[in-house]
């Protein structure tokens, strides 16, 4: 990737960095702007790799840079972000910074207000439920208290969506599920764990779906998140085994006869964490 690539594709040519528009930061908070020179290599510059808004080229890459240098408190909170400086670091467009920059501001990570420029902003301001935001926490130096938080969130929600969902479940639908619980008993044979862990998060996600409360429903992205992110307190789901599976059978069973008080605690015993367990944390996921 170089610079001399046509705007179209989201890359500037030499001298078309114009002005952004956004609020010139005034020139005594830019002595305090993030040194570009500073980062590490692969996020130097956009197009190594692709995490977070998946498949959204330059402009998703962009976003799941800045996004993991704010998480990692590489860009700590109220550090001034110029967008000229931005694209010339990354060598991407005008366009590719702007959309990027109101991403990131939706997330709750930036603001952007006039006279003041762009900012990061503090930690108790940002979207803790957004599933970028919970991945690149997972992966930065806050991953052990977000894989912790995850944990206790699954024990709040997931247990409660079991109980409804023996009353409001369809019978596709506990179908997909025992699909799925076979799918994962299967894919253990053959030792595929992306396979168990894609049939696993269906699973939890379709359980959610089907308990009839739209705020639940809501959250069942944030489920879905927390199964991606390996590498947390050790429950069922991350011990592909026939005990796991028989779990999972369990709450099955339990919604097809009605029975919400056993859908809830067999979801409960599932997501029992296991301290005797370690496990080692990965590097992030590749997409």
Known sequence: MTAARSADSGLANPGELDRYPYAETPAVDRLGAPSWEGVEPELGRVGRRTA???GRGLHGQLVQQLGQMIVSGDLGADRPLVPEEIGQRFEVSRTVV??????????GL???RPN???????VSDWNLLDPDIIE?????????????ELSELRWTIEPLAARLAAG???????QRLSDMVGIMGHAMGQGDGLTFSRADTEFHTLLIQIAGNRMLDHLSGIVSAALHVSGGPVTGCDRPNDVSIAQHGRIVDALATGDGAAA???MRQLLTVHPEVE?????PREH
């Open 52 to 54: 977070g808004n998946r």
């Open 264 to 266: 809830e605690a067999a």
């Open 110 to 112: 930036v603001s952007a």
């Open 168 to 174: 409001h479940g369809r019978e596709d639908v506990q």
């Open 98 to 107: 702007r959309e990027s920059l109101r991403v990131l501001e939706a997330k």
């Open 136 to 148: 690149w926490r997972a992966f930065g130096p806050q991953r052990d208290d977000q894989r912790r």
């Open 116 to 122: 003041v420029g762009t900012r990061v902003r503090p």
């Open 279 to 283: 496990r080692v944390v990965p590097a």
